[in-house]
């Protein structure tokens, strides 16, 4: 291409080419500005071309018009700096309608106010490597982040998305942003929550549908994410989190004190700081299924690592008395008071289906999946996972006041250090029609209970104590083994009744008990092993191999490293004394089997079960009236 300049330009004369470029003669020569000529941006065109560099059927458009395919809040202004707030270019780009990018910031962007979509076919999309955004607000204010919303209309808003951000709720500390607790609370609120997607502003149900979240980071929210009246919504590889350890903290950024956990109000006065939250409750007047088709995928959680031990930490909680179709795939959480917490309230549906599936609740404190009232004719199903707890923690799985509920897929249930005797794996309570059906537990006081429920099926479990190279020298002695499945009431009448109990497989340590010697004098026995691993409050099956002690199960008082004494009175034997040097072996030992408690427990079925009586004291205890057989009981 020929360009023609003008003939005699004098310094600073500026051009506009046939090409579409500008130019400046700076006195010798003419040096083009890089930029297209602002009257003919307009009218620039581009084509797609096809494979073979020929023009295809593509209509020709103007830079212009392509341009305003594609909206960037840089583009309102935006500029990512950490300082200046953003919060009007964000909500610029986004009353355009349409889907806004949103560049990685240098360092991050700054907001002071939730950025609300309450249109369909829109959303925030980060980079993938996530964008940066530091919601900034007052000691003494809440707000969300992001809300997807629907207005006070017949309206709804479907098809919002939000995509690869990292979001951090920081307060406003004398002009510095500043990484502070929670401010928690015993109601939970929108306005607490990092991300919200709700209805509940509608006229109709349903009112939000087929939103989905990706790739989002949340820190130092006292609640991550919030669901409400929505239906076909998903959530994939989100986190939420806190920044920092709040452990210490006995108040919260605005002043109000955490209620103490010993405190005997705890449970209506309590704070919560919850990952993601669902809310089961119906506000729009005659409607349904306030929460149906949710999936929450590859999700984590791990906010419990940080909060204040007195504030109730859960990581999935559903509350609310209609929630159909929750389903949560290979969701994580760690560290956290309770993984799941599910509580049906005055639950009337019979539509119930939430679906765990192949869940991780690690470190957890009290339980891994707590449920209660989950009274209709649908189900809680948990499939596969592993759930190991702390030396606090309670059972496994609790299930009370429901029906229906499903614990399969191979879950694998462990206890390793825990020396209480409401160390459980899954623990069922007031129930009835459940399951625990084909799934793996180990190193646990009691494996599977059932305290007034009926109609259960326990079946095709594996249940064994300790594995090689587990517990102190390799000994595995640890956990207390009591009991592998019980079946009892409470004592007051109400029983555990109608229950099969079908083709378990049971035993206690799968280690060589160790050998060592013992001396007794008067009620105390001393035995010696070098390094023997023991501590205090530690519990052994004693073998006594020579001597008239008497075998069982016995509580630990550690001497040195190399003693510890047992009470004989734990093995029910006259004083006696035998002189140091006898021999015996400590391992570990189911006390019970299955242990059918009391009289009520009735018309219960044990058949087919497999029972190692080398390493279960009892196999079997049978105080009702129940059917037993066909059990394989063999050393």
């Excluded at 609370?185 to 149900?205: D, F, K, P, Q, Y």
Aim: hydrophobic fraction near 35%; aromatic fraction near 8%; charged fraction near 15%.
């Amino acid at each position: 291409m020929t360009l023609n300049f003008p003939a005699s330009p004098s310094t600073g004369d500026v051009h506009n080419a046939s090409n579409n470029l500008q130019y400046h003669f700076d006195g010798v020569k003419w040096i083009s500005q890089g930029a297209y000529n602002t009257s003919t941006i307009n009218t620039l065109n581009f084509t797609q071309l096809a494979a073979d560099g020929a023009a295809n059927a593509a209509t020709a458009r103007s830079i212009q018009d392509k341009l305003q395919d594609f909206v960037s809040v840089k583009d309102f202004g935006a500029k990512g700096d950490g300082s200046t707030d953003d919060t009007a270019a964000f909500k610029a780009a986004i009353a355009t309608g349409k889907a806004v990018y949103i560049p990685k910031g240098s360092p991050y962007y700054k907001i002071t106010d939730t950025l609300t979509i309450n249109t369909s076919h829109q959303g925030l999309i980060g980079d993938k490597g996530l964008s940066e955004i530091w919601l900034v607000l007052p000691t003494n204010v809440d707000k969300s982040a992001i809300a997807v919303v629907a207005p006070a209309t017949n309206a709804t808003v479907e098809y919002v998305f939000i995509e690869n951000l990292y979001i951090k709720l920081k307060r406003d500390i004398n002009g510095t942003a500043t990484d502070k607790i929670p401010n928690y609370s015993h109601t939970i609120t929108e306005n607490l929550a990092g991300v919200v997607v709700s209805g509940n502003a509608s006229l109709r149900t349903h009112a939000v549908q087929n939103a989905k979240l990706t790739n989002i980071r949340l820190g130092n929210f006292a609640v991550g994410f919030y669901f409400t009246d929505v239906v076909s919504t998903s959530v994939y590889k989100c986190w939420n989190q806190n920044l920092v350890s709040f452990a210490s903290e006995i108040a919260t950024t605005d002043g109000r004190t955490i209620p103490l956990r010993s405190a005997g109000d705890y449970e209506s006065t309590k704070f919560w700081g919850v990952g993601y939250y669902f809310d089961a409750t119906t506000y729009a007047t005659g409607a349904i299924s306030p929460l149906a088709s949710i999936e929450v995928v590859e999700t984590d959680e791990s906010r419990g690592e940080g909060d204040p031990s007195d504030v109730e930490t859960v990581s999935y909680l559903i509350v609310g008395g209609d929630p159909r179709d929750i389903f949560f795939q290979r969701a994580e959480c760690a560290h956290s008071d309770y993984g799941w917490y599910i509580d049906g309230g005055a639950n009337l549906d019979f539509n119930w289906d939430i679906q765990i599936f192949r869940p991780i609740a690690d470190q957890i404190k009290i339980n891994g999946v707590y449920a209660k009232r989950i009274a209709g004719a649908g189900s809680l199903t948990i499939n596969g996972g592993y759930f190991v707890g702390t030396a606090t923690a309670k059972a496994a799985i609790q299930i009370e006041n429901s029906n229906g509920v499903v614990v399969t897929g191979g879950t694998q249930i462990l206890g390793l250090t825990n020396e209480t005797t409401f160390d459980d794996g899954v623990f069922i309570k007031d129930s009835s029609c459940c399951s625990v059906v084909g799934n793996r537990f180990a190193n646990l006081s009691y494996a599977i209970s059932l305290e007034n429920s009926n109609l259960c099926t326990i079946q095709g479990n594996i249940i064994n104590g300790a594995t090689a190279g587990v517990g102190p020298a390799g000994s595995a002695v640890i956990p207390r083994l009591i009991e592998a499945i019980r079946v009892f009431g409470d004592g007051s009448g109400r029983s555990s009744s109608r229950n099969s109990i079908i083709g378990n497989t049971l035993r206690g340590s799968d280690t060589t008990p160790v050998a060592a010697t013992y001396g007794q004098s008067g009620t105390t026995i001393t035995v010696t092993k070098a390094n023997h691993g023991l501590d205090t409050g530690e519990f052994v099956y004693m073998d006594f191999t020579s001597g008239a002690a008497v075998d069982g199960q016995y509580s630990v008082t550690k001497l040195n490293d190399d003693q510890f004494t047992v009470l004989e009175s734990d093995g029910a034997n006259p004083s006696a004394t035998i002189s140091s040097g006898s021999t015996c072996t400590f391992g570990a030992r189911y006390s019970l089997g299955i242990n059918i408690g009391g009289s009520n427990d009735i018309k219960n079925v044990l058949v087919g079960n497999v029972i190692d009586a080398g390493t279960i004291i009892t196999p079997i205890s049978n105080s009702g009236t129940n059917t037993s057989t066909n059990n394989n009981i063999t050393d």
